[in-house]
């Protein structure tokens, strides 16, 4: 069993940064790909980036160019760096685990993100 707490989401103005971090507990980090979605007001969750403990990464196109990935496999952390935000990025940011070995998946509570002047 994997637990995932996430942290830093907030209220935040257009054009600020936001940094979300993801801790991880139960299993052996380097077995997991580690990934973030989010889920609007009135929309389904989607897909934003996942990073593997190798370091590859996939990003949703929504994602590209102001998103960033990372992980600290020593502190079981992934991050997810979002730049110049946007209103239409507010929404409930959920961190995702997958374990290469079995294909489970687990998911954090979420943590909202709310971008507004």
């Known amino acids: 069993q994997v637990q995932l707490v996430e942290s830093g989401g907030g209220l935040v103005q257009p054009g600020e940064f936001l940094r979300l971090s993801c801790v991880a507990s139960?299993?052996?980090?380097?077995?997991?790909?580690m990934g973030w979605y989010r889920q609007a007001p009135g929309k389904r969750r989607e897909f934003v980036a996942r990073?593997?403990?190798?370091?590859?990464?996939n990003y949703a196109d929504i994602a590209k160019g102001r998103f960033t990935i990372s992980r600290d496999n020593a502190k079981k952390t992934v991050n997810l760096e979002i730049s110049s935000l946007k209103s239409e990025d507010t929404a409930v940011y959920y961190c995702h685990a997958e374990n290469i070995r079995d294909r489970a998946e687990y998911w954090g509570q979420g943590t909202q993100v709310t971008v507004s002047a």
């Open positions: 139960g299993s052996i980090f380097r077995d997991l790909v």
């Open positions: 990073m593997s403990s190798f370091g590859s990464t």
